[in-house]
């Protein structure tokens, strides 16, 4: 990454939100996030993308600020959503359990520790719960102490991945018990996670999981920090894909092609696998079957690039960012 002073304190919120086919609120939500109730911008905040998905009906909103200015965005944003999404009417593919169903928080700088997302982590649990009556939410990552279970396992605990969660039989970390309005938050803190959906030709989701399955990280010969869905999609299947960040080097024998963009917080060495490694990989195993490519998408940006927008948007005084990353990045 890079190393201006503007990016030392900076941190990113990947704010999932359950709603897409209403752009209109989703960029309501976006704007909620820089500007205060009378239109005054909030200091040294952006948001560098909006993402929407018709089919699976979520968007991820891109929001960086100082570690200083971060809650107070997030929790704006998350106010918002939850007066303008009710999780009774909710219907999509990817799965998911609340109007705001993951809040992320992931350091950009080299002077923002662990200890520092974990704070802000637990102050916007904390916080959604007391300005949203209602609302209940979960913690992972570093926010999950001491056990710090990643995001996938604790989904798991809470039966994100069911297609109707029971939330009646939810215990949540903070608030209440769940309710169907509002659903349940996940919200914690981590090295940064990559989002990288690559698409294969075909309608066969049992074929777009075995390939989840072999890329897995959990599985024998999988990609390290690889968390993975096969999702129905455009009518094609979608292999979703959390790329977590991993501490230290990786592996000798996958890094024969790309390098593994690599980033350090507190003095402590991270990575992750890089989206052509992913895509070449499912190509691979589709190939196999018989089955063609279709592309692939970040959702968002990696880690690097994040950050290099976010202090070029900040330092140019752009607040909504997603109108201009088109005319400057692409």
Same mark, same amino acid.
Request: hydrophobic letters at 40%.
């Given at each position: 990454?890079?190393?201006?002073?503007?990016?030392?304190?900076?941190?990113?919120?990947?704010?999932?939100?359950?709603?897409?086919?209403?752009?209109?609120?989703?960029?309501?939500?976006?704007?909620?996030?820089?500007?205060?109730?009378?239109?005054?911008?909030?200091?040294?905040?952006?948001?560098?993308?909006?993402?929407?998905?018709?089919? =699976?009906?979520?968007?991820?909103?891109?929001?960086?600020?100082? +570690?200083?200015?971060?809650?107070?965005?997030?929790?704006?944003?998350?106010?918002?959503?939850?007066?303008?999404?009710?999780?009774?009417?909710?219907?999509?593919?990817?799965?998911?359990?609340?109007?705001?169903?993951?809040?992320?928080? =992931?350091?950009?700088?080299?002077?923002?520790?662990?200890?520092?997302?974990?704070?802000?982590?637990?102050?916007?649990?904390?916080?959604?719960?007391?300005?949203?009556?209602?609302?209940?939410?979960?913690?992972?990552?570093?926010?999950?102490?001491?056990?710090?279970?990643?995001?996938?396992?604790?989904?798991?605990?809470?039966?994100?991945?069911?297609?109707?969660?029971?939330?009646?039989?939810?215990?949540?970390?903070?608030?209440?018990?769940? #309710?169907?309005?509002?659903?349940?938050?996940?919200?914690?803190?981590?090295? =940064?996670?990559?989002?990288?959906?690559?698409?294969?030709?075909?309608?066969?989701?049992?074929?777009?999981?075995?390939?989840?399955?072999? +890329?897995?990280?959990?599985?024998?010969?999988?990609?390290?920090?690889?968390?993975?869905?096969?999702?129905?999609?455009?009518?094609?299947?979608?292999?979703?894909?959390?790329?977590?960040?991993?501490?230290?080097?990786?592996?000798?024998?996958?890094?024969?092609?790309?390098?593994?963009?690599?980033?350090?917080?507190?003095?402590?060495? =991270?990575?992750?696998?890089?989206?052509?490694?992913?895509?070449?990989?499912?190509?691979?195993?589709?190939?196999?079957?018989?089955?063609?490519?279709?592309?692939?998408?970040?959702?968002?940006?990696?880690?690097?690039?994040?950050?290099?927008?976010?202090?070029?948007?900040?330092?140019?005084?752009?607040?909504?960012?997603?109108?201009? #990353?088109?005319?400057?990045?692409?």
């Amino acid at each position: 990454m890079a190393t201006s002073s503007l990016g030392r304190r900076l941190v990113a919120c990947l704010l999932n939100v359950s709603e897409a086919r209403r752009k209109d609120l989703v960029e309501t939500v976006a704007k909620a996030a820089l500007y205060n109730t009378e239109g005054v911008r909030h200091e040294g905040t952006t948001v560098l993308n909006i993402f929407n998905d018709y089919d =699976y009906n979520r968007s991820v909103i891109t929001i960086v600020a100082s +570690i200083d200015s971060i809650r107070e965005a997030i929790l704006c944003a998350c106010e918002k959503t939850c007066g303008l999404i009710d999780m009774q009417t909710h219907t999509g593919v990817h799965p998911c359990m609340g109007a705001v169903d993951l809040i992320p928080i =992931y350091p950009l700088g080299e002077e923002v520790r662990a200890e520092d997302c974990t704070k802000e982590a637990l102050a916007v649990a904390q916080g959604l719960t007391e300005r949203v009556q209602g609302t209940s939410a979960f913690l992972f990552g570093w926010a999950d102490f001491p056990l710090q279970r990643g995001l996938a396992h604790r989904r798991k605990e809470m039966g994100w991945f069911k297609k109707t969660p029971d939330l009646r039989a939810i215990r949540a970390d903070v608030g209440p018990q769940p #309710q169907k309005r509002f659903g349940l938050t996940g919200v914690g803190a981590s090295p =940064y996670v990559m989002n990288c959906n690559v698409t294969i030709d075909t309608q066969d989701v049992s074929l777009g999981r075995s390939i989840a399955k072999a +890329i897995r990280e959990s599985t024998l010969g999988g990609l390290p920090g690889v968390q993975v869905l096969a999702l129905p999609h455009q009518g094609a299947v979608e292999i979703a894909c959390n790329v977590e960040s991993v501490k230290g080097n990786p592996p000798d024998h996958l890094t024969a092609g790309e390098p593994w963009p690599s980033f350090s917080i507190g003095g402590e060495s =991270y990575c992750h696998a890089p989206a052509s490694l992913i895509t070449a990989r499912v190509a691979e195993l589709a190939g196999r079957q018989g089955v063609s490519m279709k592309g692939t998408a970040l959702v968002g940006f990696t880690p690097r690039d994040c950050r290099g927008l976010a202090e070029y948007a900040l330092s140019q005084g752009i607040a909504e960012f997603w109108k201009e #990353q088109r005319r400057i990045r692409m």
